[in-house]
């Protein structure tokens, strides 16, 4: 009787199925993730929560100028540029208008150089501004003609307002005909033609 049950015992363990082994246990089916692939990312999105996209709303010493936009630690733009007001977070909405200034902006700019070549294209057109000065002897007049001068003429005959800034003259102090450069625009200048003359 006793070797009977031992048969039997040893049966019934050899009808039980295998263990699965440890290397098998996480495979539930799918793709797998290398582990190297997994660890980078998780840096990734580490250093994600690390850092801000801030606007500088002012020029920042060894960091940028103002309206820059940049991406700090989030430590940095927390205890300093934060309460200091130097800078803040870039949302959406403010995207957005910054993408409308920025359409203004160039617009304006657009607007302002067409009106300095409109106005380069009448000095074109115009011929010369004759100046009257009183004579001295030979060619030689009492005073000269300053870019303020021709700046007041250009109002009185055009109805322009030029800065006497952007006009370049060379020295005038007899009577003559003399060229004037007009800086309207960085990229837009117009010459004219000065005719001085005396009584």
Known sequence: MASLSVATTSLSLRSFPSTPSCSGLHNFGGPKL???????????QKKAKKTRKIILKEDVA???????LLDVKAGYYRNYLLPMGMAQIVTPLLL????????????EKKRVKEEAEQLALIFETIGSFKVKRKGGKGKQIFGSVTTQDLADIIKAQLQRDV???????????ETGEYIAELRLHPEVSARVRLNVYSN
């Open 34 to 44: 290398p582990f190297r692939r997994m660890a980078m990312e998780v840096m990734a």
């Open 62 to 68: 060894d960091l940028g100028k103002k309206g820059q």
């Open 96 to 107: 957005k208008e910054m993408r409308i200034e920025e359409e203004r902006i160039e617009a």
């Open 163 to 173: 800065d006497k800034r952007i006009i370049s003259l060379p020295e005038i102090r």
